[in-house]
């Protein structure tokens, strides 16, 4: 089977806990990007760290960005695709967060907004963050939650938004180095994301390779031709991959182009 695109998650699979890519993985990334579709599908937006890891590796063409809702084209730098949340539900969601004393962020028009009074310390330090008061809650794409250390806080949480607004999904996220668990709340997951992505690249989904370590990549592997597992993703991602690579710290990624491409 000759693959046409590989598709990553960030953080676990493109680079570890320094948030730095390889040397050795932007060698083999510059090996194949001009006869292969090389794209990130990240929960990350586009401020920040990613924004860097584009213009590092290089990376160029459709981005999958939010964890689903936004596709982002490198090359002419816009948006080609996006799906925001219903303004009424954002509106709900953020008034139940806020009354349990929880951090929570937002992005809208690729901005970010949140009610955690120093952000930078906690979360991705080159983003410009801004306050949640100032949201104006149109066009919300994503919204993440901080639950704490508790993975059944974050799980409870996620069902309950998930039953009461039905017209939003909810990934479940553990970063288990941080001691931090929480849950994202998008317009769409990353599934959505590729079928949006297949059709603006005119491409199958067997031409589809995709890699992921975490539970926000369950959708993403289920919609590839192709599921790899990093060596160090969770047990659920491994159970349902094709193959597993080494490890972020291992160049994983390497050993998938190698392999595949």
Request: with cysteine; proline share 5%; hydrophobic share 40%.
């Amino acid at each position: 089977m000759t693959y046409k695109a590989l598709l990553v998650d960030f953080d676990g699979c493109f680079a570890g806990k320094t948030l730095m890519v390889s040397d050795p993985v932007r060698k083999a990334i510059a090996s194949i990007i001009n006869r292969t579709f090389v794209g990130l599908a990240t929960g990350r937006g586009l401020q920040g760290t990613i924004q860097r890891i584009i213009g590092e590796v290089p990376l160029t063409g459709l981005q999958i960005l939010q964890g689903g809702p936004v596709i982002y084209d490198v090359n002419s730098k816009s948006i080609v695709w996006q799906k925001s949340m219903p303004p009424a539900d954002v509106k709900s969601i953020l008034d139940i967060v806020q009354s349990k004393n929880l951090i929570i962020s937002a992005i809208e028009n690729g901005e970010v907004y949140t009610n955690n009074d120093n952000p930078k310390d906690r979360f991705d330090p080159s983003i410009n963050y801004k306050s949640l008061t100032d949201l104006p809650n149109q066009f919300v794409t994503k919204m993440a939650i901080t639950t704490g250390d508790s993975p059944t806080d974050a799980a409870e949480l996620a069902h309950m938004i998930t039953y009461r607004f039905p017209s939003v999904k909810t990934i479940r996220w553990g970063h288990s180095h941080f001691n931090m668990y929480g849950i994202d709340i998008a317009a769409s997951t990353k599934l959505e994301a590729v079928h949006q992505y297949l059709k603006i690249l005119n491409l199958k989904p067997e031409e589809i390779v995709a890699v992921g370590d975490s539970y926000n990549d369950f959708p993403l592997l289920m919609s590839a031709g192709l599921k790899v597992a990093m060596g160090n993703a969770i047990n659920e991602i491994k159970a349902i991959a094709d193959y597993i690579a080494p490890s972020v710290d291992d160049d994983g990624l390497v050993w998938v182009i190698e392999k595949f491409f």
